[in-house]
């Protein structure tokens, strides 16, 4: 289980959401109160957007809390809009390219959760890329791929819609291939203008999400666990739905797993 | 608190000790079950002796189970004699420079504890070195001052005396300086011929200490905590003690902490 | 251009190749003065064979010259039959799943040279791969590829024949997708037993080999620059050749790509 | 030989002097050209100041030229002064610790050049330091030493009164213990408001030291080499200068070791 905490709002420095509170990713990547997995210590991820319409990135395989790097641009870097993500590996090795937050031109995504019988789905799940994605995939998590799939069916046209088509994708093809159809999905993405997050599982456990106002900025933040005991303060957002933060704060919506074949992503791959 | 495995015997391959039992170390490292610290993710390292008199050595910050070097190296490698350590830093960054075990000469020294007030101590403590000895530091750890200043005080000549010379010495420096008293000091050491581990404590709290047999090579392992449920295997070696495991098997003796100036050392520091 | 060094004989120290002779590979690492490209910064990795029959193995992505572990390793192992490798990144990350040498089962593998257009060719050529071999892909470079592209075409059962084919395979595929056809392949391979290497390219620009005997040892050393200045000792081995480092001493065949498509591999990739 | 580069006007990215230029640091990291060593491949630094008085700082002990990291972060900040690093190491091992530039509170420092035999002189020379200074040393080498005997010597009272204590200081030991009087130093410091850089050697062979306008910003860039072939717009600092970038622009002046011994300093250690 991987800890994250995203934010979109007025400018915050990010070491307010990654080291400074009693609850921070830091502190939760050394001992975990909610989780099942003990500790967060494969390695980490920010990515922020600034004035550029890409997003900045820091990775490293180091746990979080042993990371002067990241202390030092936490408590350095402001930003309207920033992930952040502590690693606890189910899959692929610990390195740099299998550190979240994935980013792939302006959009960036992170995930907590795991797919049941992965290595049996990753070939067919990375036929299904187009060349250019095929090609960007540069490490080996299910996480990555789910990234870059939803990139395949639309992430830039309909992100919740590309999201939702991915999952739809992977249960299908688990089920076709006789395999276990389970996936745990809780997940935040952007194209630094909107923040995204999805809480879903096909099995009712999925990893917990949760929203908070900041007080100080009106903007919001989303994270897998509450990063303080201010119970009050943290809204659990349930299983089956998507969080939308854009201009017009918070709106939470229904999310299920697309119903059809995404006929353009199969185009591609016949081709 | 760091947890360590220490074998002298049959050459044994080191992951019997390190990788494979149900408790191995990087088992261990990442949930521990009678430490005080949630997980050792600060680094490892092995120290093994070999062809040469001097012993082999590899460490690195990842945390013990996310290194394939490691898993690699325990698996081919086979020695009479190995030191094996995973780190949870109570002090000096996170760098190789910090890691277990530390190596001078032929010697090797691993350690598990801490020294009340380090920071303020750590000056005169390392004020009483040789040249040689300063500038054979290369980290910051109290663990690896402890070893150095043991070489001060005569580590070659009678190591036992020479560890009792220096808990003596950190303890009357304290003192002396006004700050707490207090050493926890769980610690394995060798020259490649002979293993001595201590335990020792001025609180009656130092970490545990565990000797078992090996049935198969008729050498003895020594370890911070069981490496497998086999309670009957394990017998705890007592607060104050030392065990010095050579040539004629293992032998358990009282171990108090040097209560006279170390003289050698001071004509040292003096000229 | 990487750097490489090879042995088979009697038991040698790993550093007497890789940090003692005025040419070694670690100096290399830092100023070549045959190669094209100045620095082999990008990593390192020795693989040798000890009492198991598949090989230990070390990588790290810090330059050669300053890892300190692989001063230790190369001190204290002793070997009959080991490769270490140096690299200059020509594609793929800087990371450890980067760099050489490769491991599957008893098999390694190493390599300096390129592909041309890779980036074009790598999907094709990993669609070509079973499952296994598939899934035992966990770096982004040509030269794992060629690795796992040659185990498929029965690198097991006939070595030189398996390299052949592949080199083969990925000259045809290029001129198939009119792409420029060109390989330069100059590597070592081993099951542990014997020890082969191939000099190769399609414009007679293959990089450089050389084979020199260990007088002390009976054994042969090859490598893809001399590590001394013994012009005598060094034979340079002519392009389109292959040698066989075996028990009954050195041999030098012909080598030229495999000119039919390897039908089992074929299959495989039907199935 | 060490490269590096600093920059004082209007917020500039990072990357403009990082890597963009076709002579940028990462560029002369590969590769320089009017350097005594082949390679700068032992890590790299950057510290900028933003909204804090107090520098952001990232490094690393990989080669700049391979870390995606340094990439990212160099695309999205933009500060109006900071300082840049890339390191070949003449002593003091590969670890983020002895990576440049060295931080202490808002001052950053960064620094290429070699004392002789130090050795011999870093005992002392740790000694003249007060207990805060001797406890903030982290790494190993020469120039985090000068750094922060520089502070002990008056660095916020007066930089360059401080720095020359500080060369004098060495000088003076050096001569006293029998030793090679050789020091040669060129480097960059700053308060976050003014850019100093220092080029000095007892023997006239001090690194070199440019200056050049950035017209688009009206600020000034201090590189250890030229970072494009505008020859013009490179104007070389002579041996025993000081350069200091402030409000009032650029100002050169003359720069001699410090010829009495620093009061204060001496006291703190008698103390």
Redesign the interface.
């Known amino acids: 289980m991987c800890r994250w905490a995203a934010y979109r709002g007025k400018p915050l420095y990010l070491e307010e959401l990654v080291s400074s509170p009693a609850h921070s990713l830091i502190e939760q990547s050394?001992?975990a109160t909610r989780a099942k997995t003990?500790?967060n210590?494969?390695g980490f991820g920010i990515a922020?957007y600034?004035?550029?319409p890409e997003?900045?990135?820091?990775?490293?395989?180091?746990?979080a809390?042993?990371?002067?790097?990241l202390k030092?641009?936490a408590?350095?870097?402001?930003s309207p809009l920033f992930l952040a993500h502590v690693r606890a590996?189910t899959g692929g090795?610990?390195?740099?390219?299998n550190c979240h937050p994935f980013v792939h031109g302006v959009w960036s995504f992170m995930h907590n959760g795991q797919i049941a019988d992965f290595?049996h789905l990753?070939?067919p799940m990375e036929s299904m890329l187009d060349?250019d994605l095929?090609?960007a995939r540069?490490g080996?998590t299910d996480s990555e791929l789910l990234f870059l799939l939803a990139k395949q069916f639309g992430l830039e046209r309909d992100p919740l819609a590309a999201m939702a088509e991915t999952i739809g994708l992977v249960e299908r093809l688990a089920a076709q291939l006789g395999r276990k159809v389970l996936v745990r999905f809780t997940a935040a993405f952007s194209d630094g203008r909107t923040l995204y997050a999805v809480r879903y599982a096909t099995d009712l456990h999925a990893p917990t999400l949760y929203a908070a106002p900041m007080d100080r900025t009106g903007g919001y933040c989303l994270v897998s666990e509450p990063l303080n005991d201010d119970t009050d303060a943290w809204v659990e957002i349930p299983d089956g739905s998507a969080v939308v933060l854009g201009e017009d704060g918070i709106d939470v919506q229904l999310f299920a797993p697309g119903s059809h074949a995404p006929a353009k992503g199969n185009l591609a791959v016949a081709g």
């Not at 997003?55 to 746990?63: T, V």
């Open positions: 050394h001992c003990a500790t210590g494969d922020w600034g004035e550029r997003p900045g990135r820091y990775r490293d395989i180091l746990p809390w042993s990371d002067c790097n030092s641009l408590r350095q870097i402001r590996a090795g610990t390195r740099r390219d290595e990753r070939r060349n095929y090609a540069t080996a």
